[in-house]
């Protein structure tokens, strides 16, 4: 007769034997996958120090294209644009070091830059536009006229146009300095401009500004800026909004213009002003707009070549 005891010990035994089944099958298991594990990781440093060697590679290609472009800018340009005037307008985030660059390169090109224009963060922010609108309509010197769309960049852009573009066909300023002074001032009260010393009107404005814009108002903050470059772009003989890369994307102000035909027919944008070649692109295609044509420049997927074509 079996006892008790035995039922026990014989139940013990089983798994007991189950346990060290356990053990060592995950033994096993653990070793194998560690040597699979230890084996990715190998491969996966390999791929990031190969990586890594390219990165550094392709920095110090550009930085070399960077200072031959530097080097030839001035040189490629020279002429292109000479008795010309340009206004320079820049964005609250674009680089002074970009304007500083990118004046010194139009005035290789023969150009006379005849001041700038800031525009405040505020101008762009969809949360004061109706007070920019007002304040566009109320500061309207007696017999000009805004255009008829009633969206914020537009308005601005009809007013600004005025006061900072000659007219294109008779060449003479459209505005007094003393109308344009008022104006600015009152732009400047309401926080939405600073006007550096002795702003006067020229044939062509360049709009500079940063890369993309980032938060929940970034696309409407865009869209103002496009629709804003575009009707100066109307405005005058030739406009180019000019950026750092990254303001080519959707939520980008010069991808927006880009995916605009319209915009894209009258304004030339330039996507990558950081750069010597960028720059160089910016003086090419505002000598482009004094021909009648506007282009996509720059290193962005929508652009159509990295410059305009050169013409003497």
Do not use: W
Not at 6 to 24: D, K, M, N, P, R
Not at 291 to 309: F, K, L, M, S
Request: overall charge neutral; aromatic content about 2%.
């Amino acid at each position: 007769m079996i006892s008790l005891r035995y039922h026990v010990t014989s139940i013990a035994a089983v798994f007991l034997a189950l346990a060290l089944g356990v053990v060592l099958g995950s033994t096993a298991i653990s070793g194998r996958l560690l040597s699979g594990l230890s084996a990715n990781r190998d491969e996966l440093s390999r791929q990031v120090s190969e990586l890594q060697a390219e990165r550094t590679g392709l920095r110090a290609q550009v930085a070399d294209a960077d200072v031959f472009g530097v080097a030839v800018g001035p040189r490629v340009v020279s002429g292109v644009l000479r008795g010309r005037t340009v206004v320079l307008v820049t964005t609250a985030d674009a680089s002074p070091a970009d304007r500083d660059a990118l004046s010194a390169l139009l005035s290789s090109a023969g150009a006379t830059v005849t001041g700038e224009l800031q525009l405040t963060d505020a101008f762009t922010d969809p949360s004061h536009s109706d007070q920019l609108s007002e304040l566009c309509t109320r500061l309207l010197p007696a017999g000009l006229r805004l255009p008829t769309a009633s969206d914020t960049g537009t308005l601005a852009g009809g007013l600004l146009g005025a006061l900072l573009l000659v007219n294109p066909h008779t060449g003479k300023a459209q505005a007094t300095a003393a109308e344009v002074t008022a104006v600015l001032a009152g732009l400047g009260d309401g926080g939405f401009v600073r006007a550096g010393p002795q702003v006067t009107a020229a044939a062509l404005v360049v709009v500079l500004t940063g890369g993309a814009g980032h938060g929940n108002s970034s696309g409407d903050r865009a869209a103002i800026l496009a629709r804003f470059a575009t009707q100066l772009g109307r405005a005058g003989a030739g406009a180019v909004l000019a950026g750092r890369p990254g303001s080519a994307e959707g939520n980008g102000p010069i991808g927006v213009v880009r995916a605009d035909t319209a915009a894209a027919s009258v304004l030339s944008t330039v996507d990558d002003l950081s750069t010597a070649a960028g720059r160089v692109a910016t003086v090419l295609a505002l000598a482009e707009q004094t021909q009648g044509r506007a282009g996509r420049y720059g290193t962005g997927g929508n652009a159509q070549a990295v410059v305009p074509a050169i013409q003497r």
